[in-house]
């Protein structure tokens, strides 16, 4: 079963490899603010260990944001085809 990223379930940690930079980032977190939903954010453009650990969960996909719920890569991009 595909977990819908704009509806993670409760309690889930959601993880964000973002670029600062990137629109479709910009979108998701205020997305996720908007609805109270709890992430962590990680600046892969920025900080070399978050995009070693961002391309270890895409297998090297540079598409922004990377989304990881529980430990488990779901999707690059955001929106409805994502997009990044």
Same mark, same amino acid.
Request: charge should be neutral; glycine fraction near 8%.
């Given at each position: 079963?595909?977990? &819908?990223?704009?509806?993670?379930?409760?309690?889930? !940690?959601?993880?964000?490899?973002?670029?600062?930079?990137?629109?479709?980032?910009? &979108? $998701?977190?205020?997305?996720? &603010?908007?609805?109270?939903? $709890?992430?962590? !954010?990680?600046? $892969?453009?920025? &900080?070399?260990? $978050?995009?070693?650990?961002?391309?270890?969960?895409? !297998? +090297?996909?540079?598409?922004?944001?990377?989304?990881?719920?529980?430990?488990?890569?779901?999707?690059?991009?955001? +929106?409805?085809?994502?997009?990044?």
């Amino acid at each position: 079963m595909a977990i &819908d990223v704009e509806h993670p379930p409760v309690g889930a !940690k959601l993880e964000l490899y973002i670029s600062p930079s990137c629109p479709y980032c910009r &979108d $998701a977190l205020a997305y996720y &603010d908007r609805n109270r939903v $709890a992430y962590t !954010k990680h600046d $892969a453009q920025n &900080d070399r260990r $978050a995009r070693e650990a961002m391309f270890a969960y895409t !297998k +090297g996909d540079p598409t922004v944001p990377a989304i990881v719920i529980d430990g488990a890569y779901v999707q690059s991009g955001w +929106g409805h085809p994502p997009r990044g």
